[in-house]
């Protein structure tokens, strides 16, 4: 219905059926443990966890009940994002239970509705008479971004308008209040999330009104004099958070300067990465160029001097925030799970603008370490924070480690995490492709399907892989109503040697290959198949000495896969352990073993604790003891017993 | 006129005269430099830095004045440890000036006081009817502990007796108001000093209710239920600082359980560390067994398993505290100034009760690095955390290194160290000697003379060297009353070879060591000479494997000075250095640098940055680029220019 046709698309996620593997497992996860348990924590029925109230919240604003307000500010997103899985789920998995649970929900959301259009149970039932007076704060924006969102996707997987409706009339409330005309708010969101929504909203509807409103909250975002000062003189300088005004300031925000004059990624980091992606769909749907420049300024920043080897971003605990160029310590790692989550996100994005495999390599980075490793192999139990080095009990008895935990948890006070990497996981089928006037991209190796419709074509293909587990996938063209379709497909950019057989015949890449994707510009017919054969050594991979932490030492990592030690494996101290250069490491794959993982073996050595009784100093030579260690994948750790990890090892020249 | 006659004790100040070298030079900066612009930081007169206000606070209680109390409720210590300094000043030289100004303070003391004998400007100013209200958090036996340290050294000094006449009636109401008697309050101080300060009070006049006072705060506090809790409930829960009750349990105030019973260090640092002072103290005036136990337990714990390599302790800046055994991080290290000031205190204590070098190794460990680096060569800037590894936009940028200052600060809101760190290095002749019946102990090695009695014996020490740059000490019996008395000289822990020459004449020590101690039992005349030379190699030194921060590093140390690198001399990014075990490392004295120091140079190699551009992670092989590298001594930096700073160095098998 819109959107500039020179750029890529996502192929949907009707047309993209998963058949096994990792990414199906985790799929299979969300549907069958995680959105049930989810819904219990939505409802304070998980023992030992923080309560939600979230659905009891709309309960009390729907007039359903009488009690107070509970949980945050943002509750209400909670509900947002775990239908928004649900909208997915249903989207790839028939289920009229669950449907009808969520056609409840979204009856109880339209009788929460203000009759003005107004929904947001905080204030509708704590303080309905401040609406729209602290927008730096309170969410109201970004909770109306995730409903929106919730709403295109419930809409496209069941075709039922309910809630599509009530947060049209919510989003046209948002359009009379907000805008550069006199007698409109010259605000924008304090927590960014509704202009890349107003887009989706923009594509489901046509309405270019959504469209313009959202570019006005990006371009708005970061004027002088700064709206966030003038609502907070205005309310009387209150704070809904205590000391905030002290400790967040425009940058915490992106508010700071103009978004497109930003070049360094600063502040809270998910706040920052949602406003990226709102950048470059309002960049896509308008063609702005300068917009596009400032996108890919800041995925440069993001992705070349401030992202972690597991594609986490946002180092620091205090304000959830960017810090500064090759600032990323391992132990104190922020790296929230919905910053992961969000890069990749923005990864797709970008993608779609620029196809270039930089993206995806990212967006699969971030995806099979920093996103999986906040979800427990059982799906009842998350990190919001994911460290790169855990030893529990500084985690448990120092202040400055105090937001990391050692294991993961039930449930969250502050529970942005859980439902978002549950609508991530249930729409993954949606990374794996994309299209373009003739071309076929194949993004993500999944085992899997698609059926999609091109230039008139009709195409089909079959998917097989085991990857990331190991490097061979096999397409074969199902059907192709014409035969002339581009297939290209990402070398990505951990790979140093690929092969390419269609029809079983040798095909000589290099020349075919554009920015990472290899082109396939042929004729095709059914039963045509594709072997693509990524070589997927085990790799010891070095950081930018600029990055302190990580002078002297090495990560494993096997294809997309960053590994880590555990001390369940390996005993404790890990840091102890160092990885000679010359030593052989071997991959063993195990289906008894966290679902089913490549595991890394090797010999390494430990410096031998035994000589150093009652000694702190010491100028004697160090001694040594062979060991043999084990790495699982950074994602799967801690699903077996507490302890120690560690991704970065001393290395041994 | 008190002590136990079997444990050693120091040579006193006034008896000993210091010639040249290191301590001469900063000791006699204390005199020319940091008396006087401490004097003016009293009085409010450096310019931009944080007002003091403690004169004027005095003079606002003695009614010279009206005004509000400013600063911290503990500022009256600022003035009692100048006074402090300038007693032990006076002990060595003679400054009518300085003398006068000093009366003259204690004059306005004097007037300060009120007529019941009460002696605290905070509570005298603001709060008169709250005082002993709130011992947890108002330090009201604190300051009360420092003035009497100063009164008892100003009389030493000077013979002089009207502050100490001060202290005697402020300690007497002190006396009637604690203890376990019903009419009183059963309460003990949250910071604690004055149990240390009442043993020189009880030493000086003799009078054993000090000793009796002091031994029931050591043996009060912990016991439950816990008198902070009884006074808090009483006073309406009110706190002092913000949020203290939420942030400081029983542990931070070594509270959690009788002192007796504690073995681990736990707590704010230097809280704890006066405290084992004061225990010590207790210990060795009443022979208490039990006690030294309780202390040589938390010896071992402070220095075998919470030290840093600089001597500094008290690694976490969250409530200036002990962690955890073998948390030792360098970055985040507090290692309060003080923290040093108070091991040095401990040592020569637990060295009086058992005399064997291991305590004076430790001493002189964070004398001449952790206390020594607190003040800057010109005697007018402080740190008051002593960081192993600075880069300074990690400072100035990460929320969780805030409390490390990459520079030295020219005074503080809360200026504890500057006074401290005056005291220690005004007194330090008194760290030389120590003795025993008819045994004279050389401890510290500085070019010194000494005269003392003992066992009726009349003895004249010169003590000439250059240490800590070279391990030559030549000591000459200038005078020797009676022949027989014992000569014992400490073999540092630090020297792997040691030769002693009597007389021109080489002796075998090795029969003749003792816990540390060569023990020359001989007759002796004047003119003789002993002659001790200790090997004195530049050392590469390693920590246990359980302190993680620095496996795979090595520190370098020549006798007991910890060296660093500087960016100034070595370029940025230090952490990029490895230093290869094999190459050789030299000491090059230098007269013109850094107040005279020397320095260490060698060969080592740097990670090459400049393949990096761009990149954050490669599987490529690393390279190295060939640097020479300067070591200056850990005390001296920052001297020069801001810039990083690093103790601990990669090291390279």
């Known amino acids: 219905m819109s959107g500039n ?52 919240n709309f309960r009390i604003a729907a007039g359903e009940t009488e009690a107070e307000f509970l949980g945050m500010v943002f509750q209400d997103s ?36 203000q009759p003005d259009g107004y929904l947001n ?37 069941t075709g039922k308008r309910k809630l599509l409706d009530v947060m049209i009339r919510f989003t046209d409330l948002i359009d009379s209040k907000f805008g550069r005309e006199d007698d409109k708010i010259k ?29 006005y909250f990006i371009d708005e975002r970061g004027q002088e004099p700064s709206y966030f000062d003038i609502e907070w003189e205005k309310r009387g300088k209150t704070s809904h958070w205590k000391d905030f005004r002290k400790i967040a300031n425009g ?33 896509k749907e308008t063609g702005d160029k300068q917009l596009l420049e400032a996108c890919k300024r800041l995925w440069n920043n993001v992705t070349k001097k401030q992202m972690y080897i597991t594609g986490g971003v946002g180092s620091s605990g205090h304000l959830e925030s960017f810090t500064f160029d090759y600032d990323l310590p391992n132990d104190t790692a922020y790296t929230e799970t919905c910053a992961a989550i969000s890069l990749v996100f923005f990864a797709q994005r970008m993608f779609h603008l620029d196809p270039a495999a930089e993206y995806i390599d990212i967006m699969e980075r971030a995806l099979y370490n920093g996103v999986l490793s906040g979800i427990s192999e059982d799906g009842q139990k998350f990190f919001y924070v994911n460290p790169l080095e855990v030893r529990p009990e500084v985690c448990q008895q ?13 449930w969250f006070g502050c529970a942005c995490c859980p439902p978002n990497i549950a609508r991530l996981l249930a729409s993954i089928g949606q990374y794996i492709y994309s299209y373009k006037q003739n071309s076929v991209f ?66 000589n890449i290099t020349e075919l290959i554009d920015n990472g994707y290899v082109y396939l510009n042929r004729s095709w017919t059914a039963r045509d198949t594709v072997e693509l054969s990524l070589n997927m050594p085990v790799e010891r991979v070095s950081a930018n000495p600029q990055v302190r932490e990580n002078i002297g030492k090495v990560a494993i990592q096997r294809g997309p896969v960053v590994y880590c030690l555990e001390e369940v494996d390996n005993g404790s101290n890990l840091p102890a352990i160092y990885l000679p250069d010359s030593t052989e490491l071997k991959a063993v794959y195990r289906s008894d073993l966290l679902g089913g993982v490549t595991m890394i073996k090797g010999q390494a050595i430990k410096l031998d604790e035994s000589t150093w009784s009652g000694r702190l100093y010491s100028t004697e030579n160090l001694r040594y003891k062979p060991i043999e260690i084990t790495a699982v994948p950074y994602f799967s750790w801690n699903n077996r017993q507490a302890g120690e990890m560690l991704v970065w090892l001393n290395k041994m020249n």
Chains 1, 2 share one sequence.
Not at 270 to 276: K, P, S, W
Not at 483 to 503: H, M
Request: aromatic share 10%; proline share 3%; net charge neutral.
């Open 251 to 283: 940058e915490y925000y992106q508010a700071h300067k103009p978004v497109r004059e930003q070049a360094t990624a600063v502040g809270h980091a998910v706040r920052a990465m949602y406003m990226y992606c709102g950048m470059a769909d309002v960049a």
């Open 187 to 215: 605000g924008y969101p304090g927590h960014q999330e509704i202009e890349l929504a107003l887009i989706k909203l923009y594509n489901i509807t046509g309405d270019s009104k959504y469209k313009e409103l959202a570019n």
């Open 121 to 157: 149970t905080y204030y509708t039932i704590k303080e309905p008479d401040h609406k729209w007076t602290n927008l730096a704060e309170c969410h109201e924006l970004y909770c109306a971004g995730h409903m929106i969102e919730a709403a295109v996707a419930y809409y496209q997987a």
């Open 78 to 113: 909670d509900v947002a994002k775990w239908l928004e899985a649900v909208a997915y789920q249903l989207t790839t998995n028939h289920d009229e239970e669950l449907e009808n649970l969520a056609d409840s929900v979204i009856d109880l959301i339209e009788k929460a509705q």
């Open 442 to 507: 194949v993004n993500l190796y999944v085992d899997s399907t698609v059926d999609l419709e091109l230039n008139n074509n009709e195409i089909s293909l079959k998917h097989e892989t085991n990857y990331p587990w190991d490097g061979n996938v096999k397409l074969t063209i199902l059907k192709a109503k014409k035969p002339d379709f581009v297939l290209a497909l990402r070398i990505p950019s951990w790979c140093k040697k690929a092969q390419l057989k269609v029809n079983g015949e040798k095909i």
């Open 398 to 410: 120092r202040y400055d480690h105090k937001h990391v935990k050692p294991v993961r948890q039930k």
């Open 5 to 56: 046709k020179s750029y890529l698309k996502a192929v949907l996620l009707k047309d993209v059926k998963i058949e096994c593997g990792l990414l199906a497992k985790k799929n299979e996860l969300v549907r069958k443990e995680v959105i049930p348990y989810q819904w219990k924590a939505l409802n304070n029925e998980i023992a030992d966890a923080d309560p939600s109230n979230a659905i009891k």
